[in-house]
């Protein structure tokens, strides 16, 4: 084995080394201790990732503008959605398959969100069992991949109603995997082996007779539809979450429906490519629902800087996903809790030296667009 090689399958760390400092310093040493195409399949995107570069080139298009001398003694991260108190606006993004990255997977990041008082939000294809994270723990919701049908789809929702979670986030972005070219050049396949104690791994289509198009009218005869959100929400008492939703007329059609909240996300680049970027969408949704409605933005948040310009723009909450996936690689559990820690505390430095004590004070007067 070459040297450049045995540096992809780095053991994970027991302590966190002094130059881990920023998000960028985690992502070049999960390159370090993953395979190859496991690496390829966590850093790609669909077809030429435009999405993926757009994503994280959003935040550097707009400028911070201070405010002086305010008193920020009695400053604060905590903030409120659907009644529900967090200590701060950074939650994990829900991604499965997490024991690609770490034998503790799910196990893992669910703690290290737990002392972080951090909210996580827990995949249909995850590999810890949704029964194994701690029922008491209120900071926790779970995301629901449509299960082909009404009733294996709702049994979901109705264990994660047992296990005490707090809100069902449906994802509706992605009813076809996306084209993701990287994937395809590494021949990146799921371990056969891999348990998911929730789902299949690839949920079974319906059969369809030669003339009839595999896509059309197998795989989108299996994908939710409005009809089904206005289900799942008349039989469960969680309020309901969509997230992927991109266009202001979803947005209103949502609300209408009775949706609590929308996750604002590409799916981090890796469904459809140079489709708009959160932060341009966040801006025509917030443009057409309640001051009030939540709104979370998902994708390329790397820095605390990253945080407040979406807060300014009207997000209630971030979700970080392959900035948590580098710390899970690096240190498990210890990573991911240090990938936290270091996106809460520069978004408490940014707050500081903007002037403001509170999220409810960080508004669209603290920064400059072109």
Do not use: C
């Amino acid at each position: 084995m070459s040297a450049a090689t045995s540096t992809k399958n780095l053991t994970p760390f027991t302590q966190i080394p002094e130059y881990l400092q920023t998000i960028a310093d985690y992502e070049r040493q999960a390159e370090k201790h993953l395979p190859e195409n496991t690496w390829h399949y966590l850093q790609g995107g669909a077809m030429d990732e435009n999405s993926v570069r757009e994503n994280l080139q959003q935040f550097q298009k707009i400028q911070l503008v201070p405010r002086l001398l305010n008193d920020l003694t009695q400053g604060s991260t905590e903030i409120e959605i659907l009644g529900q108190k967090f200590a701060h606006p950074i939650f994990l993004a829900p991604i499965g398959h997490q024991q690609l990255f770490h034998p503790e997977g799910e196990a893992a990041a669910a703690l290290a969100a737990e002392v972080l008082g951090s909210n996580m939000v827990l995949s249909t294809f995850t590999n810890t069992d949704m029964r194994q994270l701690k029922k008491d723990n209120p900071l926790k919701w779970f995301q629901l991949y449509w299960q082909g049908d009404r009733e294996k789809s709702l049994a979901l929702i109705q264990l994660a109603e047992r296990q005490h979670f707090k809100a069902i986030v449906i994802t509706v972005d992605s009813p076809h995997t996306g084209i993701r070219d990287r994937e395809r050049r590494v021949f990146f396949q799921l371990p056969q082996k891999m348990q998911h104690p929730h789902t299949p791994t690839h949920i079974p289509l319906p059969e369809i007779s030669a003339d009839q198009h595999p896509v059309f009218n197998g795989l989108m005869q299996i994908a939710p539809k409005w009809a089904d959100i206005e289900f799942i929400i008349a039989h469960t008492h969680l309020p309901v979450i969509l997230k992927g939703v991109l266009h202001p007329l979803d947005a209103k059609k949502a609300l209408d429906l009775g949706v609590k909240g929308l996750i604002i996300s590409n799916h981090g680049g890796r469904v459809l490519d140079t489709s708009i970027s959160p932060l341009k969408a966040l801006q025509n949704i917030k443009a057409v629902v309640p001051q009030d409605f939540p709104l979370l933005l998902d994708g390329g948040i790397r820095r605390g800087t990253d945080i407040f310009k979406a807060l300014a723009l009207g997000a209630s909450a971030v979700l970080i996903g392959r900035p948590a996936i580098y710390g899970l690689s690096v240190a498990g559990a210890l990573g991911v809790a240090h990938v936290l820690k270091i996106l809460k505390e520069e978004f408490e430095i940014t707050m500081a030296l903007m002037g403001t004590a509170t999220v409810n004070d960080i508004n669209k007067e603290y920064i400059s667009q072109d």
